[in-house]
């Protein structure tokens, strides 16, 4: 399974772009990149994925890189609800489970 | 609609004793996954099932078993508890399994299980 590198903690201030990196060095070409967040113990929350190209939602933009080996989440208007912890993951390939392996992730603290 | 449900949310035992968590899958969803969360960790996989079928296990004991009913609800039974079992357990569901480029997995609030 590939694995994911979070920096364990992050501060972004209130209203400004809050982007977290996460570095999956080992991925492979037909596996996605999920993001999820987890606020106070809450189950994880959806926010965006993506395998190659650059996606954008309602709630966040995902940049991958060329290579793969590295993707950022960026929250362009962080608000202090926003504060969580975010979960970079590598999704195994179709067929081989649904399963997902999360890490330690990523706490971020929004500042007012 | 509905989200993923889990019951009880709250749960206190002792060692040695057994526990049944029980999962409500989103209506139409076919797939339950089991997930184990300790403080200050991500949630680690614990089991996978698909149509009544375990697809996928993760590591843990044979203390650990679960089962999915014909209506996808699903129970997460933990025997001989330890006080390492303490822990939020979360019961995530997805649409589909075979073929899907992708699966989105919806998690319920979590069971928080106490042993002392």
């Known amino acids: 399974d590939a694995k994911t590198t979070q920096p364990p903690s992050m501060d972004c201030a209130e209203g400004r772009a809050a982007n977290l990196p996460c570095n999956h060095s080992?991925?492979?070409?037909?596996?996605?990149v999920y993001w999820y967040r987890q606020i106070h113990s809450q189950g994880p929350q959806y926010i965006i994925h993506?395998?190659?190209n650059n996606e954008t939602n309602e709630m966040a933009s995902l940049i991958i890189t060329e290579d793969r080996k590295s993707s950022t989440l960026i929250l362009p208007h962080a608000t202090l609800r926003d504060t969580a912890v975010y979960y970079c993951i590598v999704r195994p390939p179709p067929g081989t489970g649904n399963q997902f392996y999360f890490g330690t992730g990523t706490s971020l603290t929004v500042i007012p | 609609d509905a989200g993923v449900t889990q019951s009880p949310t709250h749960l206190i035992k002792t060692r040695g004793q057994h526990v049944t968590l029980r999962c409500s899958p989103i209506?139409?969803?076919?797939?339950v996954s089991w997930y184990q969360q300790v403080l200050g960790q991500g949630p680690q996989f614990i089991f996978q099932y698909y149509e009544k079928e375990e697809r996928g296990r993760g590591n843990f004991p044979d203390r650990f078993s679960a089962r999915q009913f014909p209506n996808y609800s699903s129970e997460l039974n933990v025997n001989a508890l330890l006080l390492g079992d303490s822990a939020l357990y979360l019961c995530a569901s997805s649409l589909d399994l075979a073929g899907a480029s992708y699966n989105e997995q919806f998690f319920g609030p979590g069971t928080r299980l106490t042993v002392l």
């Open positions: 209506s139409g969803h076919k797939s």
């Open positions: 080992t991925i492979s070409g037909n596996e996605y």
């Open positions: 993506g395998l190659k």
